[in-house]
């Protein structure tokens, strides 16, 4: 793929700035997850393309729903007539610098197998690898450290759009998938785990979000085996495994210590309520409240815990979010649901009330608290989006609903 000039110049910097001559040896891991608080924030819909994150690109496209399809339909280049201008432009670095100056120290930058290595008769465009270099430069230059999230597997190991492909049925674990995603994470282990990249990379996570229920779970099992001993033939970069929905209990005993003296490992767990009718149809209060009780879905383990995706959202009302095309259960509209009120105003960030903005900033206080007293920490979804507030980071350190400095509390926590 041809770079655009300013970002072939800058990857070419940050290779420089990567392979110092004199401390390379002396470089370890510079993030210690067993005292320090992860305070980060998602990088989301840019090396993977999400419709509800950037509905423009999909507006215009014709039975289009996620990365793989828009591939499907119209080939490598007019795919990438819009996918590398969406890489050009979506994150700079002057994102990094405001996340950095909001008191942030991590950025988790989820990507695709094929921006590193396609499978076999998908039609993903790749490109998308030097735009992680370009990232992971702008966090070193401001002081972020990155998780490097591979955040879709050959077949989908979710079925969600977020893993480039929506389907019914995820085929990761099924033929020769896993070997793939393996031989990806091979080549992100044995260039981003080695020691001149530990001062910034501080973790490697093996895969986002797969179903439990949908994937063969021995297949899993054996995956996150082989993966994490894949990382630990080039270093001690610390290794993410997702919890798969199942909770954090679900993992105890596995690459643990007393598991082969597995060292470094931590589990990514993510808690949103938005994706249940019952979870839109509760009150603001009892949003809060939830919170605190979902504590012993992530508290119970023997491991380092980090809560890698959440949000301030109390609505499923973002655009697209239940997927292209799919409506809201807030509304009524998603199969299943049942109407509790109105997305009218909910993505109008500026036509929100005192009393929505009293409560989000409580809820998003809430989470911070809960997450930080009983997990290692917690990382935002997501930086920024198109047009939905309760998902979106720079609009709600605008609107002063997201606190600043990150330790502020204007209202108690309720546990």
Known sequence: MKLPCALSTLVV???????????????????????DTVRGVNIGGWLVLEPWITPSIFQRLNGVVDEYTLTQQLGPDASLSILQPHWDSWVSLA??????SAGFNTVRIPVGYWAFKKFEND???PGAAPYLDAAIGWARSTGLKVWIDLHGAPGSQNGFDNSGQRTSTPLWTQGNTVAHTLEVLEQISNKYAQPEFQDVVVAIQLLNEPRSDAVNG????????????????????????SDGFQGTSAWKGFLSPNDNNAQNVIVDHHEYQVFTPAEVALSREQHRQEVCNRIPRFADTDKWVVIGEWSGAMTDCAAALNGYGIGARYEGFYPGSFPVGSCQNINFIETWDQSLRDDTRWFIETQLSVYERNARGWIFWNFKTEASPEWDLFRLLDAGLF????????????C
Do not use: H, K, M
Request: overall charge neutral; glycine content about 2%; cysteine-free.
């Open 13 to 35: 910097a940050t290779t420089a700035l990567a392979f110092p001559t004199s401390d390379i040896l002396q470089r370890s891991v510079s993030f210690n997850f067993g005292s």
């Open 95 to 100: 994102d990094f610098q405001r996340i950095a």
């Open 123 to 125: 039609p993903y465009v």
């Open 218 to 241: 021995q297949a899993l099992r054996d995956f996150y085996r082989e993966g994490y001993q894949q990382v630990r033939e080039v270093s001690d970069t610390p290794v993410v495994i």
């Open 403 to 414: 606190p600043q400095p990150l330790t502020d509390r204007r209202f108690p926590t309720p």
